[in-house]
């Protein structure tokens, strides 16, 4: 316990540094921070810590990640409501979880045992996925779902099936929040479109490896961005 605690109270000093930093006017409203390994040695510390601090100062809406682009500011001041975000991530961190639970494995027995009509199906919910890519959120949500719901059914696992029904309410309002939180549409409005892609190929293929992996990923690349 005592390495933990102290990388705890390293990245909490840390984020204190980065805080008033922000608050000085150092980085203004919208501009792009230096990169992890920039302001490790700045700071004199690691990156793993410096990851942490970066976190924490989004879950009080002072930056925002943007995937594949860095991380900018959002604000100068921490946001009056900045550990409801930090719980609203938790929330949506333990649903990417759960989908892992299902999804992967989905991915693998797809793989398997997907027909030529399973196949088709994953290609048109793609194609509607595309073709929601200038919808309201909830809309291209619900458009994303499709895709991951023909690749439970070309499992042809009823028990996947049902769990995943049981469980698309929750999904669909967590991938909602996750939207807002990360502004994953703010510069795509179809986010992640080549990995939906390559999935449904891998499946089509028959690579059960390759699926698997691909699905592990995306879903690894979620956590990974609401700063887990």
Known sequence: MPAALNR???ADQ???????RLQTGEWGVGTKLPGETTLAAELGVGRSTIREALRMLAGQGMLRPRQGAGVFVERTEPAADGWEAVLQRGAIVAVVEARAAIEIEAARLAAVRATD?????????LDQ?????????REFVEADTAVHRAIVTAAHNPVLSELFETFVPRVADAMVDMIGLLGLR???????ADEHS??????AAGDVEEAARIARAHLEAMAADLGR
């Open 8 to 10: 705890n109270l390293l």
């Open 14 to 20: 840390a984020a204190d540094q980065l805080r008033r």
């Open 117 to 125: 009509d399973d196949v088709a199906a994953m290609r048109r919910a």
């Open 129 to 137: 996925r595309a073709a929601a890519a200038d919808a309201p959120d």
């Open 186 to 192: 703010d510069r795509d409005c179809a986010p992640n």
């Open 198 to 203: 390559t999935l449904v190929d891998a499946i």
